[in-house]
T-cell receptor, first 112, second 116 residues
């Protein structure tokens, strides 16, 4: 089965700085990679996703890059704000299947 | 956007009792819903896939008789933790894929179960 590894487990940045979270996956057949943000005591919320037919996707301050050859993908948050503080999860899936494999999560702390 | 409502948000029950958690898709129909379990500071682990009108599909290692899933309508799936024990204490989250939302899933807000 798929194995998704996520690094770092915790990340502290100063407000305004950029944050990068990295994930690797093992199954080259995976073709859909979403990122979720989870605030304390709440369910995860989809913030951005990418399919394997593109290398990069951007949505305002958030971007995701995918390197299919190396089987890794990254989340980039620019101009971080305190409200970005949360736990972020990456996941990998075959988009025509329902099974998602989640990374272990990254706790992002943005210091004002 | 699509909303998945989960109830209750928190529940405390005594050891040996059963607890039912509801997951509703508020503005769309979901033939399939998913139940996850999350331990503190850990990732989400898929427990089972809930299929409307048919039996749920459980992941390896998940006890079917302990975690009963019912998906009686296109907008409601329930997870019942039977004969709960302290080790069942966890954060339970459901999700569903809403039409027109791409391939991403919408998650409920989760239920914190504490068994005492």
């Amino acid at each position: 089965g798929e194995n998704v590894e996520q690094h770092p487990s915790t990340l502290s940045v100063q407000e305004g700085d950029s944050a990068v979270i990295k994930c690797t996956y093992s199954d080259s057949a995976s073709n859909y990679f979403p990122w979720y943000k989870q605030e304390l005591g709440k369910g995860p919320q989809l913030i951005i996703d990418i399919r394997s037919n593109v290398g990069e996707k951007k949505d305002q301050r958030i971007a995701v890059t995918l390197n299919k050859t190396a089987k890794h993908f990254s989340l980039h948050i620019t101009e971080t704000q305190p409200e970005d503080s949360a736990v972020y999860f990456c996941a990998a899936s075959l988009y025509n299947f329902n099974k998602f494999y989640f990374g272990s999560g990254t706790k992002l702390n943005v210091k004002p | 956007g699509a909303v998945v409502s989960q109830h209750p948000s928190r529940v405390i029950c005594k050891s040996g009792t059963s607890v039912k958690i509801e997951c509703r898709s508020l503005d769309f129909q979901a033939t399939t819903m998913f139940w996850y379990r999350q331990f503190p500071k850990q990732s989400l682990m898929l427990m089972a896939t809930s299929n409307e009108g048919s039996k749920a599909t459980y992941e390896q290692g998940v006890e079917k008789d302990k975690f009963l899933i019912n998906h009686a309508s296109l907008t409601l799936s329930t997870l019942t933790v039977t004969s709960a024990h302290p080790e069942d204490s966890s954060f339970y989250i459901c999700s569903a894929r809403a039409p027109g939302q791409g391939f991403g899933y919408t998650f409920g807000s989760g239920t914190r179960l504490t068994v005492v």
